[in-house]
């Protein structure tokens, strides 16, 4: 049986209200036995930690997106503090900086940024980041804290930036953008980097696969992205399950400790 983590997938979105357990249920018997599931603002954290707390396999990350800056207050980061004060997460997300929509302050974003990642020092939680068009701030931003790794998202950026991220102890995030032909760049990415550094992900209910383009995406689509990894990497679909999700456990200490003792 195959055992697969999905490192990011916003099951508590709206989008799943309906069917969300029967999602759930679908994906245990698929293997895909636990899901990462980050905040994006603060008026979701109640809900959020609340379904992660009545369901087996969700864990539950904190934080302010920067695509949501203008729902954010400073107040927010205090908000943050006592959260992760009171409550059991298994990471600071999702956070960081994008530049790829006009309209949104960078010195906003990088307020934001910057304070999550103090805090991801003080509680010494991995961070998950949303970058777009901003990898090298952001790496210069990392290297400002004393982080315990994390993970990035949807990874875009280039190989000698995924080398950086590698040396302070990050993992990156590969979904449904490998199962498009086209995604050549990501492919390279992809076969290219040391297996070890790559974790699976769904981005559920945004970026679908391709056999499901244009639907709602789904945690249970991440076997699509599995398979293509293996096809990209020319290994056998239980080698990249195994290794992947020996990666995942190896960011979130807490997940692994479930893990291996339930």
């Not at 939680?125 to 970058?131: N, Y």
């Not at 760049?185 to 070890?196: G, M």
């Amino acid at each position: 049986m195959l055992e697969i983590i999905d490192t990011h997938c916003h099951i508590d979105n709206a989008k799943f209200k309906e069917d969300r357990q029967e999602v759930l249920n679908h994906c245990q018997k698929l293997g895909v036995t636990r899901i990462v599931t980050p905040a994006v603002n603060r008026s979701g954290w109640n809900h959020l930690l609340s379904l992660c707390d009545s369901t087996k396999g969700l864990y539950p990350a904190l934080g302010l997106h920067p695509m949501f800056c203008n729902d954010h207050s400073h107040n927010d980061i205090n908000e943050l503090e006592t959260y992760l004060d009171k409550h059991k997460v298994i990471a600071i997300g999702e956070i960081g900086l994008d530049y790829y929509i006009k309209g949104f302050d960078k010195e906003d974003q990088a307020y934001y940024f910057e304070k999550q990642l103090g805090l991801a020092e003080k509680f010494q939680l991995p961070v998950i980041l949303h970058v777009r068009k901003a990898h090298d701030p952001v790496i210069q931003l990392l290297r400002r804290f004393n982080l315990c790794g994390g993970i990035v998202h949807a990874y875009s950026g280039s190989k000698e930036q995924a080398e950086q991220y590698i040396k302070m102890d990050f993992k990156l995030g590969f979904g449904g953008v490998l199962t498009y032909p086209q995604s050549t760049r990501i492919h390279r990415l992809a076969k290219e980097l040391p297996l070890s550094s790559i974790v699976l992900e769904t981005d559920a209910p945004d970026m679908p696969v391709m056999d499901h383009k244009g639907e709602r995406n789904s945690p249970e689509y991440i076997i699509d992205s599995l398979n293509a990894l293996a096809q990209i990497r020319e290994m056998a679909i239980e080698n990249i399950a195994e290794i992947t999700t020996l990666n995942a456990q190896d960011i979130f200490g807490e997940m692994k400790q479930v893990i291996l003792h339930d």
